[in-house]
């Protein structure tokens, strides 16, 4: 559709031009008065709650644009990170055929467990870690305890991998009692 324009002006008001039709037919011109805005130009009303969440911005209070480019990940807590790299395992996990279950509680069996820089440094953490291993050990005994009296008659692989950790957790708290 073409847009109506004026093409005379007389004394009694303007004239908007004859125009096609899409089907091909043609517009009678029409007589209008001075100061008339065709339809089409005429400006949609918006109210003020309208107006005012357009010019809204569009990110949360506080943040800027160049936050917003950032990676998630890197604003996320440490458990947030850790609880991230537990579901690519289990996800790793579900995904692989299952194994033997004897296989991975040989390879952990000579793994020990990576301690951080700051557990290094900080004897507050490496008394928190030790604590952390200590509640580890006692729960790996009280499994075996259970299995050894016949308490438990088939333990799950959950329960076999914490039972085969057990030594490398006793290692590894030799090692920080050794530092302290």
Not at 53 to 68: A, N, Q, R, V
Not at 96 to 115: F, G, R
Request: charged share 35%; aromatic share 4%.
């Amino acid at each position: 559709m073409q847009t109506p324009q004026v093409n005379c002006v007389c004394v009694s008001g303007k004239y908007i031009a004859a125009t096609q039709r899409p089907d091909g037919s043609w517009r009678r011109p029409r007589r209008v008065k001075d100061g008339y805005v065709p339809q089409e130009e005429v400006p949609v009303y918006e109210n003020k709650y309208v107006k005012f969440f357009k010019s809204k911005p569009e990110l949360p209070p506080g943040m800027s644009p160049e936050d917003e480019t950032q990676s998630d990940a890197a604003g996320l807590s440490k458990t947030a990170k850790r609880n991230m790299k537990r579901k690519e395992k289990r996800k790793q996990q579900s995904q692989s055929p299952q194994e033997d279950v004897k296989a991975p509680s040989a390879e952990l069996e000579h793994m020990t467990l990576a301690t951080d820089e700051k557990t290094a440094s900080d004897p507050t953490e490496k008394t928190k870690k030790m604590k952390n291993l200590r509640k580890k050990l006692r729960q790996v005994e009280e499994l075996q305890q259970k299995l050894d009296s016949g308490e438990l008659k088939t333990p799950s692989k959950e329960q076999l991998d914490k039972l085969s950790r057990g030594q490398a957790l006793r290692d590894e708290l030799r090692l920080l009692e050794a530092d302290l």
